[in-house]
């Protein structure tokens, strides 16, 4: 069974400071997808990034980067320079490739709260 | 581009009732799935729906249904709502498979008294 556990229930921050957000996660599978997706206060959910499990490649997308590892399941998340409009509920999720087997498991989510 | 429209944003029922929620996805879009959210289990999925088809499904009991129309169009449906039903109804919406960028909609706010 997949499982994805985001340990920091919730992080406060002061604006500008880097902060890191954890995903581990577990599969039986070799092939699979992680992602990120933020829900800020307004309830929608935002999709940040899509990571197959044979590209361990770092990606850097302005002030977010993300780092997976698969030695440690894990796939982290940071923001660099914080703001106020990063404020929000920050969820890892984890999918099978396998046919019928396409479904997003959701960590438990990590709310982050930038203080200006 | 709209983004994905759910309707109703809120709904109250009683417990025994049964409710319909209804989901239309950016143009283009062929998979539609849905999700739960309440504060206790957090997100779960519930099932999926691409060409009409159902192809992949959550752990949820019978009571949860869902369909898809020609249109990509999609409607869930809950029967004999139990008080646990309260939750956030999320719809997400992508090209071909869950497994790719997902755009959500607001979500249909659901309160079973």
């Known amino acids: 069974a997949q499982k994805v556990t985001q340990a920091q229930t919730e992080i406060s921050v002061v604006e500008k400071e880097d902060v890191t957000l954890d995903c581990v996660y577990e599969t039986r599978d070799t092939t699979y997808y992680l992602f990120w997706y933020k829900q800020p206060p307004s309830g929608e959910l935002v999709f940040l990034i899509r990571r197959n499990s044979f590209d361990e490649q770092n990606e850097i997308s302005g002030r977010y980067s993300w780092n997976f590892q698969k030695s440690t399941s894990s796939f982290n998340f940071t923001i660099t320079a914080s703001q106020v409009v990063d404020s929000a509920v920050y969820f890892c999720?984890?999918?099978?490739?396998?046919?019928?087997?396409?479904?997003?498991?959701f960590g438990t989510g990590t709310r982050l709260t930038i203080i200006p | 581009k709209a983004g994905v429209t759910q309707t109703p944003r809120y709904l109250i029922k009683t417990r025994g009732q049964q409710v319909t929620l209804s989901c239309s996805p950016i143009s283009g879009h062929r998979s539609v799935s849905w999700y739960q959210q309440t504060p206790g289990q957090g997100l779960q999925f519930l099932f999926e729906y691409f060409s009409e088809t159902q192809r992949n499904k959550g752990n949820f009991p019978g009571r949860f249904s869902g369909r898809q129309f020609s249109n990509s169009r999609s409607e869930m449906n809950v029967s004999t709502l139990e008080l646990g039903d309260s939750a956030l109804y999320l719809c997400a919406s992508s090209f071909n498979s869950p497994n790719y960028e997902q755009y959500f909609g607001p979500g249909t706010r659901l309160t079973v008294t």
């Open positions: 999720a984890l999918s099978e490739a396998n046919f019928g087997n396409e479904k997003l498991t």
